[in-house]
């Protein structure tokens, strides 16, 4: 999940002298906070520094970082949402896929870059809110009072995506993870058809598209609250889903681990434990998952800010560790 941010002095050193969006818009600085934690960790794979909400700026959305996300123009009806556009990724963010350049060289052989980007309907949520929400009355009114703006809505954010995350494919990505942060809002009915249905468009527009006739590579769908709709990730065009937290993953696997590889799933704040009891729930989930093959181990969401980086050293090791065996 989420591997540079404020749990590490070094990012907040960066931020002290930028922006958020300074940050991910400045591809020297977006590369080297993508490095830290590599540089510190050495994880296996390292994830493009940016942040979902970008592509909405260049649809025509306000955006703002204050220092959570405001779009101060948010779309709540059909007009609104038909003035949006979608643009040429490379032309409008050109940042993002230096970016990704940059961080492919200082990563050499090391390890593969995962790029990534918000799903449809966690976007829409966004652009709908216009910031955070418990509740999300404006979302659900347009997706039950105007199902066909919000159709609308989604299908642009699909083209959005897919031709973000082409692009990035292009630049240099080797891997790309799709994350659904909110789809857990919805009633079993409403994630099939609003979340899960519109990142399986994505996932089409992406293997439809000439990028992927000439350099396929691996997709990620993480939907988070993903419980109450494992039996319908089945019909998921990706080729890993993330786990969250609130299932064990060995069921998960039983479900739906002959056709898909799985991420996941240890609590964040488990982290927060003492290395005893941390190694202990790494283990069990290590052992849920068995010899199946096709597991990456990961968090059942991003890392909290105020997390011990020593507590992620430790994971590391216990999971090389415990997996050798």
């Known amino acids: 999940m989420r591997q540079a941010g404020r749990y590490m002095h070094e990012y907040r050193a960066v931020r002290k002298r930028v922006s958020f969006l300074e940050l991910c818009k400045t591809p020297e600085i977006a590369c080297e906070v993508t490095m830290q934690p590599m540089n510190e960790f050495g994880f296996d794979a390292a994830i493009l520094f940016c942040d979902i909400l970008i592509p909405l700026e260049k649809m025509g959305l306000h955006l703002e970082f204050t220092?959570?996300?405001?779009?101060?123009?948010?779309?709540?009806?059909?007009?609104?949402?038909?003035?949006?556009?979608?643009p040429d990724p490379e032309a409008e963010m050109p940042y993002v896929y230096e970016a990704i350049r940059h961080i492919r060289r200082a990563l050499g052989d090391t390890a593969p870059l995962i790029g990534f980007a918000g799903a449809p309907f966690t976007l829409a949520t966004y652009a709908v809110e216009g910031a955070g929400s418990k509740n999300y009355p404006y979302t659900k009114t347009l997706l039950y009072s105007a199902p066909d703006a919000a159709h609308l809505l989604l299908e642009k954010l699909a083209q959005c995506c897919?031709?973000?995350?082409?692009?990035?494919?292009?630049?240099?990505?080797q891997c790309l993870q799709i994350f659904d942060s909110w789809a857990g809002i919805?009633?079993?009915?409403?994630?099939?058809?609003?979340?899960?249905?519109?990142?399986?468009r994505v996932i089409q527009?992406?293997?439809?598209?000439?990028?992927?006739?000439?350099?396929?590579v691996p997709i990620i769908y993480f939907a988070n609250g993903c419980a109450p709709y494992i039996d319908l990730l089945k019909t998921c065009k990706a080729d890993v889903l993330g786990v969250d937290w609130r299932v064990d993953i060995g069921p998960v696997f039983d479900q739906l681990g002959s056709k898909f590889a799985l991420q996941g799933n240890?609590?964040?704040t488990c982290l927060f434990m003492p290395e005893e009891g941390l190694r202990e729930r790494i283990k069990e989930v290590l052992d849920g998952v068995g010899n199946r093959p096709g597991h990456i181990f990961n968090l059942g969401h991003g890392i909290l800010p105020?997390?011990?980086r020593e507590r992620v050293r430790f994971l590391v090791n216990t999971v090389r560790e415990l997996s050798a065996r």
């Open 162 to 173: 897919a031709t973000y995350l082409e692009a990035q494919v292009r630049a240099g990505a």
């Open 186 to 200: 919805l009633s079993p009915r409403d994630f099939n058809e609003f979340a899960l249905g519109y990142a399986n």
């Open 266 to 268: 240890i609590d964040p």
């Open 205 to 216: 527009l992406l293997h439809d598209s000439p990028t992927w006739k000439e350099s396929p």
């Open 306 to 308: 105020n997390t011990d």
């Open 67 to 86: 220092p959570a996300p405001i779009i101060d123009n948010p779309v709540r009806d059909r007009a609104a949402i038909e003035k949006l556009v979608v």
